[in-house]
């Protein structure tokens, strides 16, 4: 890759994207393919298929975390903060427009559509599932740890139940998933191992200090929930549903009906799924909500991933040279199958499915987006109308 770029020349390149890129995470890598090896050769083939190995072995956003690794190594760190700042900024403020106009959704046709924007999720998340299985539960192996978990997660209905399935699934991977092998490449970057350590360990004094300060200020408080789930989301941005429910749901911060709700508006929306931070920042209560409590949640939800990114960049080659390393993951990425699918359940169907026809008008938008590969905006549009003209008929 040539460093002769301008972090002005990565931030207008990623805002095109940020503008135009439909269809989530896996699409993604699908519009930065053709925008960064076929148009502007920014990368080789085998430097692309390298990097999106590496961010989906690390927990975070994929599809973010390969962006801001672009953009850092086109033009350093100032890179890589054009790239994050282009490709969310379009989704964030559209998400926390959606957040203002909540309050308004409270007639006939509001709750209809709220409710056809849950539907949209359920769509959108089988749908991820369905992907996820076939590329990481190629095995009877995988797919028994994914099983478990899915079990694990319906039966024990506890907040540290996710990170234990994810531990468990390391574990499991290090028994069932051997002889599992990736290659692995060195990245072009300007730091060494000295500052990736550095990143490292302050990636893992922020996720295990927070909680403890997390009581001496409601910001802290917010920062802290966010941090956590970015920190522990491993498959990309779907994974990150299960992990928020948790972070705003749980403790009262935001309502089950309208969390789901927004869920399926970052489905409308281009750039990342994890933007939806920026609309569940908005609704928390009191002085951690509004504009404020939007940018630092949108913050403290991709620092974790950016962190890790960073150190990895020069210490990949290094780590994947143990074969326990590959067999940990290949564990990992299948309890992350069940993890979903978990989610998939609860909350999404049994808050969005209370007829036949939501499960009828749900279906058709996943053939919609599984079999005919149609843009997720239309399986909004479908969603959306069928709830509405059903509760004006």
């Not at 009581?215 to 928020?244: C, E, K, Q, T």
């Not at 789901?260 to 929306?269: D, E, K, M, S």
Request: proline share 5%; charged share 10%; aromatic share 12%.
């Amino acid at each position: 890759m040539s460093k002769q770029g301008t972090a002005t020349e990565v931030f207008v390149t990623f805002l095109k994207l940020g503008l135009t890129s439909f269809g989530g995470p896996i699409a993604h890598i699908a519009y930065y393919r053709e925008a960064f090896i076929e148009k502007r050769r920014w990368l080789s083939e085998e430097q692309f298929a390298q990097l999106l190995m590496l961010c989906q072995f690390l927990p975070g956003p994929a599809s973010s975390q390969m962006g801001f690794s672009i953009g850092l190594m086109r033009a350093g760190w100032l890179g890589g903060l054009a790239a994050f700042t282009a490709f969310t900024l379009p989704s964030a403020i559209l998400l926390f427009a959606f957040a203002q106009w909540l309050p308004y959704l409270s007639d006939t046709i509001g709750s209809a559509a709220i409710h056809g924007l849950k539907l949209v999720a359920l769509a959108v998340v089988a749908q991820a599932v369905w992907l996820m299985a076939r590329q990481l539960t190629p095995d009877w192996q995988r797919r028994f740890i994914a099983l478990v978990a899915v079990v694990f997660l319906v039966l024990v209905n506890q907040p540290m139940a996710q990170i234990a399935v994810v531990i468990g699934g390391a574990l499991a991977g290090l028994v069932l998933c051997r002889h599992q092998h990736f290659p692995a490449s060195q990245f072009d970057i300007d730091y060494g191992k000295r500052i990736a350590w550095t990143l490292l360990a302050v990636f893992m004094i922020l996720l295990f200090s927070l909680p403890f300060m997390a009581g001496m200020n409601s910001l802290i408080a917010v920062l802290d929930a966010f941090y956590r789930a970015g920190a522990l989301v491993f498959g990309g941005g779907h994974v990150v549903l299960p992990l928020l429910e948790q972070t705003v749901v749980d403790p009262g911060w935001v309502a089950a009906d309208d969390y789901l709700a927004g869920y399926g508006a970052a489905q409308a929306v281009p750039g990342p799924v994890f933007s939806v931070a920026a609309y569940l920042g908005a609704l928390l209560p009191g002085e951690m909500g509004g504009l404020s409590g939007a940018v630092l949640a949108l913050c403290a939800i991709f620092l974790p991933g950016f962190l890790l990114i960073s150190a990895m960049l020069p210490l990949w080659q290094s780590v994947l040279k143990y074969p326990l390393a590959a067999s940990a993951l290949a564990g990992i990425n299948a309890s992350v199958v069940g993890l979903l699918a978990a989610a998939l359940y609860d909350p999404i169907w049994i808050s969005a499915v209370h007829h036949v026809s939501d499960f009828v008008i749900a279906l058709i938008g996943f053939i919609m987006l599984q079999f005919f590969r149609l843009s997720a905006l239309l399986v909004v549009a479908w969603c959306l109308l069928a709830s509405i003209g059903l509760a004006l008929v």
